[in-house]
């Protein structure tokens, strides 16, 4: 007798049909049942926050959330960023501005700064920089990777630079 359910997962527009264990949390469905490594699981009480994803355009804690719940959600994981070679521009942003060193925090990083722009494109230096303390790095000292947001910032309030 199995106790899974299944749930159907749309994430980076494709949908991943999936039979889970209702206590299993997202971030290792993603990883486990959809094969999307790139988003990390690092603390697994939502401190750290490199298992950031975006649900319907929010930064959500993904080992904070249960599978099942995501259901009926629109996910965005680091995956879904780049589009081919082509970088996303907070990704170019980050290598242009040496955001990152080990990289295990960069993926939470990155989506944290994709929703908090997305959502509100004309944020201030302030608020920015409060959104980013909310996830952890423990190599880079933070200011390459407020440098590489601030850089992302500017093309999102500027399309096209």
């Known amino acids: 007798?199995?106790?899974?359910?299944?749930?159907?997962?749309?994430?980076?527009?494709?949908d991943h049909d999936i039979a889970v264990e209702p206590r299993k949390n997202l971030a290792d469905a993603l990883r486990e049942e959809c094969?999307?490594?790139?988003?990390?699981?690092?603390?697994?009480?939502?401190?750290?926050?490199?298992c950031t994803v975006l649900a319907d355009g929010k930064p959500v804690r993904s080992c904070l959330m249960f599978a099942?719940?995501?259901?009926?959600?629109a996910l965005r994981t680091v995956e879904g960023l780049a589009k081919g070679d082509t970088l996303h521009p907070v990704q170019q942003a980050f290598w242009e501005n040496h955001g990152l060193q080990c990289g295990f925090c960069t993926p939470g990083f990155l989506m944290l700064a994709v929703g908090a722009l997305e959502s509100e494109p004309t944020i201030s230096d302030d608020e920015l920089r409060h959104v980013l303390s909310s996830n952890l790095c423990r190599c880079t000292g933070y200011q390459?990777?407020?440098?590489?947001?601030?850089?992302?910032?500017?093309?999102v309030q500027t399309p096209g630079a």
């Open 68 to 73: 099942v719940q995501a259901q009926g959600k």
């Open 35 to 50: 094969g999307l490594t790139g988003t990390h699981v690092g603390c697994e009480h939502g401190v750290c926050g490199a």
């Open 1 to 14: 007798m199995s106790d899974k359910l299944n749930v159907r997962l749309n994430v980076n527009g494709k």
């Open 144 to 155: 390459n990777i407020l440098k590489a947001v601030r850089a992302y910032a500017r093309t």
